[in-house]
């Protein structure tokens, strides 16, 4: 099974200046940058509802965003509070764990799906 299609949730996130860690209970390893995963916020104000969209201006997010405290959101999502005050995204660990940005995930991600 591809590492990024695999059912699982992340045992620890860690915050930093500049990036996102998450350690899935599988024992992958995903390191995010901060600012890229601000600028994929999946919620209504950052992505068209209907037409899926984007409507976040990129220049609107500083250059140096990062994340202040984050919240997990049942067992299928994380909220995260970023230091533009912006915080009404929800990530779920799907989108999250497909968007690894791992060389592994990155290269499974490209590959042809079997028939």
């Given at each position: 099974m591809p590492v990024n299609s695999a059912p699982t949730s992340p045992s620890s996130i860690?915050?930093?200046?500049?990036?996102v860690t998450i350690q899935w209970n599988d024992g992958h390893r995903s390191v995010y940058s901060a600012r890229q995963l601000r600028?994929?916020?999946p919620c209504a104000q950052c992505i068209d509802e209907w037409t899926g969209r984007l409507?976040?201006?990129p220049a609107s997010v500083p250059?140096?965003?990062y994340p202040v405290d984050q919240?997990?959101?049942g067992s299928y999502a994380v909220q995260f509070l970023w230091s533009d005050a912006h915080y009404t995204g929800l990530y779920t660990h799907k989108f999250l764990r497909g968007s690894c940005p791992c060389e592994?995930?990155?290269v499974q991600s490209d590959?042809?799906?079997s028939p």
């Open positions: 860690q915050l930093s200046a500049s990036s600028l994929r916020c409507r976040l201006d250059a140096d965003v919240m997990p959101i592994l995930c990155v590959a042809p799906s």
